[in-house]
């Protein structure tokens, strides 16, 4: 029995110590990323019409700032959209892998399962928010050449990919 209790305080212990260095320490939003109340992040994004090298640009500051908040071992997901960054475009960025970005570009779920209690933090907001996000979506979107995809996210990325087209739409975590 005390082996047992000691391996459920250990990984009580690893836990707690993740939930510190992961999402308990609060760290350095870049000057670049908008802050709430500026109106653009409010304000319904446009569908992208041409893929020129303006999109190229965006998704390169997306990408760019992204890195600058990702770290190793981020676990819980991470992305962004082009509203916080100044543009009223529908372009999204979500994290593959540690330094590695995926663009896309007027991202549309189109079926979504297993909605879940979920937690998010928001580079835009102060703060942790509850509300509800599905777990399994279904999206199509365009990538920065104007190809057509379409992909099934799982897990915490499901819940950023909805955070983020929510910020395509004008919608804050806070306004759940």
């Avoid at 916080?84 to 979500?94: E, S, T």
């Avoid at 937690?119 to 102060?126: G, M, P, Q, V, Y």
Wanted: a positive charge; proline letters at 5%; one cysteine or more.
């Amino acid at each position: 029995m005390k082996s047992r209790t000691k391996k459920i305080v250990l990984v009580i212990g690893i836990m707690a110590a993740l939930y510190i260095f992961y999402v308990a320490i609060p760290r350095p939003i870049p000057p670049e990323i908008l802050q709430v109340p500026n109106e653009t992040l409010i304000t319904k994004s446009e569908e992208v019409t041409v893929f020129d090298e303006q999109v190229s640009k965006i998704s390169n500051e997306l990408h760019e700032t992204l890195k600058k908040v990702d770290f190793h071992g981020h676990i819980f997901g991470l992305g962004l959209a082009a509203p916080q960054i100044g543009y009223n475009q529908r372009i999204i960025a979500l994290k593959t892998s540690y330094g590695n970005y995926q663009t896309m570009v007027n991202p549309k779920i189109i079926e979504m399962k297993w909605h879940l209690p979920w937690t998010e933090k928001c580079l835009s907001l102060n703060g942790r928010h509850f509300l509800k996000r599905y777990f399994w979506t279904k999206v199509q979107y365009q990538n920065i050449e104007g190809n057509d995809r379409e992909e099934v996210i799982i897990g915490p990325r499901a819940a950023i990919l909805q955070q983020e087209i929510d910020h395509l739409n004008g919608i804050l975590i806070s306004d759940y």
